[in-house]
């Protein structure tokens, strides 16, 4: 079964960047969709970004627009979020997850979820 792993997370100031990546073990990125969702205290899981593996179209929340990138590294079976100018909504446990077929970007369902890693943005 693919198993994701979300790093890079951490305590950050307002305006501050930082790095996400997610790694698949147990099976590769190769035809699926990865997908970025956050989930702030007491809120509901929201999308954020989105990346089909081989076609590199994205898909990205209005809310990040401009602010985050996601690229891939097929080599390494590896996809980054590239997150900038954080701000404190930005606040949440990331979550990568994957699906393979035919599905929406942003509704999936995404089949593959990891443990989360937790970005705080503080003012």
């Known amino acids: 079964q693919v198993q994701l792993r979300e790093s890079g997370g951490g305590l950050v100031q307002a305006g501050a960047s930082l790095r996400l990546s997610c790694t698949a073990s147990g099976g590769t990125f190769s035809r699926s969709v990865l997908g970025w969702f956050r989930q702030a205290p007491g809120k509901d899981r929201e999308f954020v970004a989105a990346i089909h593996w081989i076609d590199r179209v994205t898909n990205y929340v209005d809310s990040v627009k401009g602010r985050f990138t996601l690229s891939r590294d097929n080599a390494k079976n590896t996809v980054a979020l590239q997150m900038s100018d954080l701000k404190p909504e930005d606040t949440a446990v990331y979550y990568c997850?994957?699906?393979?077929?035919?599905?929406?970007?942003?509704?999936?369902?995404?089949?593959?979820w990891g443990q989360g890693t937790t970005v705080t943005v503080s003012s």
């Open positions: 997850a994957s699906f393979y077929g035919m599905r929406s970007l942003v509704s999936g369902p995404y089949d593959y």
